[in-house]
């Protein structure tokens, strides 16, 4: 079983948040637990989604710090959200990285299987019709592959491709000092999502920027998230 925080981590809908001191036109939202793109559309606009992406190394801190990069469905402007992917913390003096995937209103569940900085993540998610969905995570590095089929039925009005302070215990953590979070090939029902400025969204905690996401790549399917202030 991979090394993580013994405290119950959650990762949580997006908490949108408003900061007069931070002002961008190029910022679609702002959050205080969530930076990344998310895309909306109506009731069961999105059936499937993937991406890969590169775990992060965090960095050591005096003080606990965590973060999560994953991809999914809904989450943006509701409270459902079926989601999978990879967690990053350094507590207790260590670092630790896991696998897990997680549909709220429950907790995370760890996938027991090793993750290391640098690894190469491969993650879809899918409806399977009748209310199951497929949860399908695979580490390019390592040569594991996960897959579980479990039941959800959120309103399915958003996807989103992310990197996340989680809930620890009762509060939204502190986010961890990360290397650059490099998400590409996302896709959502199967296509190419054109990502847009106007759908990229930062993090904010205590009125400073601690998360944000590049431009997209020209084809609209990639972009970096680094841990930096907003210019």
Same mark, same amino acid.
């Given at each position: 079983?991979?090394?993580?925080?013994?405290?119950?981590?959650?990762?949580?809908?997006?908490?949108?948040?408003?900061?007069?001191?931070?002002?961008?036109?190029?910022?679609?939202?702002?959050?205080? @637990?969530?930076?990344?793109?998310?895309? $909306?559309? /109506?009731?069961?606009?999105?059936? +499937?989604?993937?991406?890969?992406? &590169? *775990?992060?190394?965090?960095?050591?801190?005096?003080?606990?710090?965590?973060?999560?990069?994953?991809?999914?469905?809904?989450?943006?402007?509701?409270?459902?959200?079926?989601q999978t992917g990879t967690g990053h913390d350094?507590?207790?003096?260590?670092?630790?990285?896991?696998?897990?995937?997680?549909?709220?209103?429950?907790?995370?569940?760890?996938?027991?299987?090793?993750?290391?900085?640098?690894?190469?993540?491969?993650?879809?998610?899918? @409806?399977?019709?009748?209310?199951?969905? $497929?949860? /399908?995570?695979?580490?390019?590095? +390592?040569?594991?592959?996960?897959? &579980? *089929?479990?039941?959800?039925?959120?309103?399915?009005?958003?996807?989103?491709?992310?990197?996340?302070?989680?809930?620890?215990?009762?509060?939204?953590?502190?986010?961890?000092?990360?290397?650059?979070?490099?998400?590409?090939?996302?896709?959502?029902?199967?296509?190419?999502?054109?990502?847009?400025?106007?759908?990229?969204?930062?993090?904010?905690?205590?009125?400073?920027?601690?998360?944000?996401?590049?431009?997209?790549?020209?084809?609209?399917?990639?972009?970096?998230?680094?841990?930096?202030?907003?210019?």
């Amino acid at each position: 079983m991979p090394r993580m925080s013994r405290h119950i981590r959650l990762q949580r809908p997006c908490k949108l948040v408003r900061s007069d001191k931070i002002q961008s036109s190029a910022v679609g939202w702002k959050s205080g @637990n969530w930076s990344g793109y998310a895309q $909306s559309g /109506s009731a069961g606009a999105y059936n +499937r989604i993937s991406a890969y992406w &590169t *775990v992060p190394f965090v960095l050591p801190s005096t003080k606990p710090v965590y973060s999560s990069a994953w991809i999914g469905i809904d989450g943006y402007k509701n409270g459902s959200l079926i989601q999978t992917g990879t967690g990053h913390d350094f507590a207790n003096g260590s670092a630790s990285y896991y696998a897990w995937w997680e549909i709220l209103p429950d907790a995370q569940t760890v996938i027991p299987y090793p993750v290391h900085p640098g690894d190469r993540m491969y993650a879809a998610i899918a @409806n399977q019709g009748r209310g199951k969905w $497929s949860i /399908s995570l695979r580490n390019l590095t +390592r040569g594991w592959r996960f897959r &579980t *089929v479990q039941s959800y039925k959120g309103p399915r009005t958003s996807a989103e491709w992310i990197v996340e302070a989680p809930q620890v215990g009762s509060t939204i953590s502190s986010f961890a000092r990360l290397t650059p979070v490099a998400f590409s090939c996302c896709r959502v029902n199967g296509r190419n999502p054109r990502l847009k400025l106007d759908q990229r969204g930062i993090m904010v905690q205590n009125n400073r920027v601690v998360s944000i996401p590049s431009r997209p790549n020209r084809a609209g399917d990639a972009f970096l998230v680094r841990g930096r202030r907003l210019k």
